[in-house]
């Protein structure tokens, strides 16, 4: 298992933008494939999805493939929400695959 510091981002199309930085964690299951669990709080700009205020957490549950000894291609799911910290607090949920880029 190993740790470290992480920021993430998105945009959809319909104008919802969220950025965040936060905690991941990696549990590998092979020389090159892996889990990935991340925490990101983060700031959600609001487009045609209202999810109840600008502070949204992001939970992601991932399995990756490295493809070089800096790159890795991910599919996740994550859930987006409020936590309850607002009255209205519907949430989000995304499956996704993307290309994650160590620095």
């Known amino acids: ?3 470290a510091w992480g920021a993430a981002a998105r945009i959809d199309s319909e104008e ?3 950025a965040g930085a936060g905690f991941i964690l990696n549990f590998p299951l092979s020389d090159s494939a892996f889990v990935e669990t991340s925490f990101m709080p983060g700031y959600y700009h609001e487009g045609e999805r ?3 205020g600008e502070l949204q957490f992001r939970s992601l549950i991932g399995v990756g493939w490295a493809v070089s000894p800096s790159g890795s291609v991910v599919l996740s799911l994550d859930h987006i929400s409020n936590g309850g910290l607002e009255s209205h607090n519907p949430g989000t949920e995304t499956l ?3 290309y994650r880029m160590a620095f």
């Open 1 to 3: 298992m190993s740790g």
């Open 16 to 18: 919802n933008a969220w």
């Open 50 to 52: 209202d999810l109840g």
């Open 96 to 98: 996704t695959l993307g």
